[in-house]
């Protein structure tokens, strides 16, 4: 699978969108792009997922760029409760998700 | 409610002795992973399996071994030829078995410290 690559951590305040880049320049055609999040001492727990189309569900919105070369998590309004280890992950053909170290976000009031 | 369960929370046990990790399931899902997560990093595929009875080794398999007798039930065992078995342990589970199209779900884990 294609290697992606996250700043080590991020911050918003309370209340405001949160844009988390996710950047897969060797992506293939066939790779799915993938965000799991961590919150302290948990399992992780699922995002969203993609292809080619912008994806929205209650959680979040992802944002994939038109050459696919990139992408972003977006959360629209942060919550204290959405400070965890953010993952994005590529999936083509494999069985399981290769994990990197993902972004940490802090959520100040 | 549907979901993970993976018992103890935390375990200790003494250098030398094997450990076993339990992990169910009642989602009805045929794949099930063990990850390994050491402070201050990702996640590192232990072993999966795809249907009862079968199981793959994943990237960081030595020093482990599992089983897969029910559908429901993934037991890890650490045995004493790991020799940095202290960690985080998590156990997943998905309807499918190719990682891009379905979900995974993760049980809570259990930290284990071996001293």
């Known amino acids: 699978d294609a290697k992606t690559t996250q700043p080590n951590s991020m911050e918003s305040n309370e209340e405001e969108p949160v844009h988390l880049p996710c950047n897969h320049s060797?992506?293939?055609?066939?790779?799915?792009i993938h965000w799991y999040r961590q919150l302290p001492s948990q399992g992780p727990e699922y995002v969203i997922h993609g292809l080619t189309s912008n994806v929205n569900n209650r959680m979040a919105s992802l944002a994939i760029a038109e050459d696919r070369k990139s992408s972003t998590l977006i959360l629209h309004r942060a919550t204290l409760r959405d400070a965890a280890v953010y993952y994005c992950?590529?999936?083509?053909?494999?069985?399981?998700?290769?994990f990197g170290k993902g972004t940490s976000l802090l959520v100040t009031p | 409610d549907g979901g993970i369960t993976q018992s103890p929370k935390y375990l200790f046990r003494k250098e030398g002795q094997n450990v076993t990790l339990s992990c169910e399931q009642n989602l009805n899902h045929d794949a099930m992973y063990w990850y390994r997560q050491d402070p201050g990093q990702g996640l590192r595929l232990i072993y999966y399996s795809q249907i009862v009875n079968d199981f793959q080794k994943g990237d960081i398999a030595e020093g482990y071994s599992v089983s897969r007798e029910k559908k429901e039930s993934f037991p890890l065992t650490v045995t004493s030829a790991q020799k940095n078995p202290t960690a985080f342990y998590l156990c997943?589970?998905?309807?499918?078995?190719?990682?891009?199209?379905?979900?995974?779900?993760f049980g809570p884990g259990t930290r284990l410290t071996v001293t």
């Open positions: 997943a589970s998905s309807t499918g078995t190719l990682a891009r199209s379905y979900e995974q779900y």
């Open positions: 060797t992506i293939s055609g066939t790779d799915y």
């Open positions: 992950i590529l999936s083509n053909s494999g069985y399981a998700l290769n």
